[in-house]
C-alpha cells in the first residue's frame, strides 16, 4: 500500500518548479497537475478544468479538486506557491496522507529571473535560440516584501510539518539538475521506476551571474548585504548547516595560498608558519574577506591553492574543553562554563583549570563529562549552541563546499611534510616545516587518555571517524 494519496510541491515563481514537474511526469506513475490552485487560472493558463473540476467548483470547494487529485490513476499532485488558495494549507498540511515536497532557490536569483520574465514576457525555453536578454533593476523594497512574504510561508510549512511530526523531501533549485535527486525524490513518492537521464527539454533561462543581469548591481550588492537574512533552503536537522565561513579564512601576504581554518584545530600554528613564508606577522596576514573579495583574491592570484587541517576528534575535544571551557583567558566560554558545571554536573573549577586543587584523575572524569555533554549537544538535545569548535569537522567541510572547499585536506599529524612541500610548489624556496601545537594544559591528553576515552570519543564524533577515517589516537 502507498505511504501517500496526493503530493503537494511547495515552491515559487522561478525556482525551477516547471522543470521539477516535467521530471517528475517522467516516472510512469507520477503526474503532476500545474498550478490547481493558482487563484487565476486551474491547472495552467487557457485551461477550463483539472481532472474535470471546473475553476468555479475549485474556488466554490477546493476540496473537490483535492478528492479529485487523490483518485487520479497512479500518484498525483500540483505545485503550490504563496499566494494559491490558502484554504488548501488546511487539508493538505496537517494530512500524512499528502507527500510534502520543498523546492528553495537563493531568493536574490529567484527575484531577479523573475524580473526579467516579467520584462521580456518569456517564461518558459525549450529552444535557445529564441531566448530573450535583458538586464533589471533591482527595488530593494519590492525585494524585501517578497521577501518577507515568502519566508513567512516557509515558516508556515515548516511548522506545520514540525508540530505534526511529519517531514518533506527538501530540494534546491541546484539539486534538479542531479538524475540521482529527482530518482531519490521518485523512491521518497513510492515510484519503483529510476530516470536514466533528465528531460532537458525546458532550458535555464538567464545562466549569466547576478552582475551581468542587473543594471544597479552595485546597488543590489548593498541592499543585499544589509538584508541578508534568509536561509530558505535548511531542512530540519540535529546538527545545523555551516556556512561557509569565508571571514575565517587566511591567505598568503604575497605566496598565493589561502588556509581554511577548522575550528578546534591547530590554527595559530598554521597562521605562523603561514606568515613565515613572507617574514610578516601573524596578524599582517589577509583575512576578514567577504565572498566578493574572495573571489577578487582568486581572480588576482592564478594558480593559487588552498588547505585545510583535520584534528583527530579526541585531540580536538580535548583542546577544546581545555581552551574554551577550562580556561578564563580571552576567547574561552565562561556562560558554557557556567551552565556545563551547574547543569551538566562537570567537576571543574568554578575559577577555571590549573590550580593545584584541580587533580589529573578530576580532569578526566571531567573530560569525560564534557564528552557526554558534547554528545548530547550534537544530538540537538541541550539548550547549549552546537559551536563550531566543537561541531563535526565534517559538517564544517560541506560549509565550505557551499562556496569554496580546500584543494588539499590534511591531517594534523601530515602538515610537518606536507604543507612546505605544498609552499615550494608556489616558489617558494625554502620553507620551514610548521610548528606542532603544544600539549594542552592544564594537563596533556596523553596523561588521561586510555581505551574508555577514545571509545567515548568515537561514540560522539562517529560520523567523524567514518567520513576521514580515523583510528584511535594512539
Given at each position: 500500500m502507498s505511504r501517500f494519496d496526493y503530493f503537494i510541491v511547495f515552491?515559487?515563481?522561478?525556482?525551477?518548479?516547471?522543470?521539477?514537474?516535467?521530471?517528475?511526469n517522467a516516472f510512469d506513475h507520477l503526474s503532476c497537475l500545474g498550478e490547481a490552485f493558482n487563484p487565476h487560472f486551474i491547472g495552467y493558463p487557457n485551461r477550463d478544468d483539472c481532472l474535470g473540476i471546473s475553476q468555479e467548483t475549485r474556488d466554490?470547494?477546493?476540496?473537490?479538486?483535492?478528492?479529485?487529485?487523490?483518485?487520479?490513476?497512479?500518484?498525483?499532485?500540483?505545485?503550490?506557491?504563496?499566494?494559491?488558495?490558502?484554504?488548501v494549507l488546511d487539508i493538505a498540511l496537517p494530512d500524512p496522507r499528502c507527500a510534502k515536497i520543498v523546492l528553495t532557490r537563493n531568493p536574490a536569483e529567484s527575484y531577479v529571473s523573475w524580473k526579467i520574465a516579467q520584462q521580456t514576457g518569456q517564461w518558459k525555453l525549450t529552444d535557445v535560440r529564441r531566448r530573450k536578454e535583458t538586464t533589471v533593476?533591482?527595488?530593494?523594497?519590492?525585494?524585501?516584501?517578497?521577501?518577507?512574504?515568502?519566508?513567512?510561508?516557509?515558516?508556515?510549512?515548516?511548522?506545520?510539518?514540525?508540530?505534526?511530526?511529519?517531514?518533506?523531501?527538501?530540494?534546491?533549485?541546484?539539486?534538479?539538475?542531479?538524475?540521482?535527486?529527482?530518482?531519490?525524490?521518485?523512491?521518497?513518492?513510492?515510484?519503483?521506476?529510476?530516470?536514466?537521464?533528465?528531460?532537458?527539454?525546458?532550458?535555464?533561462?538567464?545562466?549569466?551571474?547576478?552582475?551581468?543581469?542587473?543594471?544597479?548591481?552595485?546597488?543590489?550588492?548593498?541592499?543585499?548585504?544589509?538584508?541578508?537574512?534568509?536561509?530558505?533552503?535548511?531542512?530540519?536537522?540535529?546538527?545545523?548547516?555551516?556556512?561557509?565561513?569565508?571571514?575565517s579564512y587566511v591567505a598568503g601576504a604575497r605566496t598565493p595560498l589561502m588556509y581554511l581554518p577548522l575550528r578546534g584545530g591547530p590554527e595559530a600554528e598554521v597562521r605562523r608558519w603561514l606568515a613565515g613564508l613572507d617574514d610578516v606577522a601573524p596578524g599582517d596576514l589577509p583575512a576578514k574577506f567577504n565572498q566578493k573579495t574572495?573571489?577578487?583574491?582568486?581572480?588576482?592570484?592564478?594558480?593559487?591553492?588552498?588547505?585545510?587541517?583535520?584534528?583527530?576528534?579526541?585531540?580536538?575535544?580535548?583542546?577544546?574543553?581545555?581552551?574554551?571551557?577550562?580556561?578564563?583567558?580571552?576567547?574561552?566560554?565562561?556562560?558554557?562554563?557556567?551552565?556545563?558545571?551547574?547543569?551538566f554536573k562537570l567537576p571543574i573549577p568554578g575559577e577555571g583549570g590549573g590550580t593545584p586543587e584541580y587533580t589529573l584523575a578530576q580532569h578526566r572524569t571531567a573530560f569525560l563529562a564534557f564528552l557526554d555533554f558534547l554528545k548530547a549537544n550534537l544530538a540537538g538535545q541541550t539548550a547549549v549552541r552546537i559551536d563550531a569548535n566543537w561541531a563535526t569537522q565534517a559538517s564544517a567541510l560541506e560549509g565550505f563546499g557551499s562556496f569554496a572547499l580546500p584543494d588539499l585536506i590534511l591531517r594534523e599529524d601530515e602538515m610537518t611534510a606536507w604543507l612546505p612541500a605544498l609552499a615550494q610548489q608556489l616558489g617558494v624556496p625554502d620553507p620551514a616545516e610548521p610548528e606542532m601545537a603544544p600539549e594542552d594544559t592544564p594537563h596533556a591528553l596523553a596523561r588521561i587518555y586510555d581505551a574508555e576515552v577514545e571509545a567515548r570519543a568515537a561514540e560522539v564524533y562517529q560520523r567523524d571517524y567514518m567520513m576521514f577515517g580515523f583510528g584511535p589516537w594512539r
Open positions: 515552491a515559487e515563481m522561478r525556482t525551477g518548479s516547471n522543470f521539477l514537474e516535467t521530471n517528475l466554490a470547494d477546493p476540496a473537490q479538486l483535492i478528492d479529485a487529485v487523490k483518485a487520479a490513476p497512479g500518484l498525483a499532485g500540483f505545485r503550490f506557491f504563496h499566494d494559491h488558495d490558502p484554504r533593476t533591482f527595488d530593494p523594497a519590492e525585494f524585501e516584501a517578497q521577501m518577507s512574504a515568502l519566508q513567512a510561508f516557509q515558516i508556515t510549512v515548516l511548522n506545520a510539518l514540525q508540530t505534526t511530526g511529519q517531514t518533506a523531501f527538501y530540494l534546491a533549485y541546484e539539486d534538479l539538475q542531479d538524475v540521482a535527486v529527482i530518482n531519490g525524490l521518485g523512491a521518497f513518492l513510492g515510484a519503483e521506476q529510476r530516470l536514466t537521464e533528465l528531460d532537458r527539454s525546458l532550458k535555464p533561462q538567464n545562466p549569466q551571474a547576478l552582475a551581468d543581469k542587473v543594471a544597479n548591481f552595485p546597488e543590489m550588492e548593498q541592499a543585499l548585504a544589509r538584508l541578508d537574512r534568509f536561509n530558505l533552503n535548511r531542512t530540519p536537522n540535529f546538527e545545523p548547516r555551516r556556512g561557509a565561513q569565508v571571514p574572495l573571489r577578487q583574491w582568486k581572480r588576482q592570484n592564478v594558480g593559487h591553492r588552498s588547505f585545510t587541517i583535520l584534528r583527530h576528534p579526541v585531540a580536538r575535544a580535548h583542546h577544546v574543553f581545555c581552551r574554551r571551557i577550562l580556561s578564563r583567558d580571552k576567547g574561552s566560554f565562561g556562560e558554557i562554563r557556567r551552565v556545563l558545571r551547574k547543569r
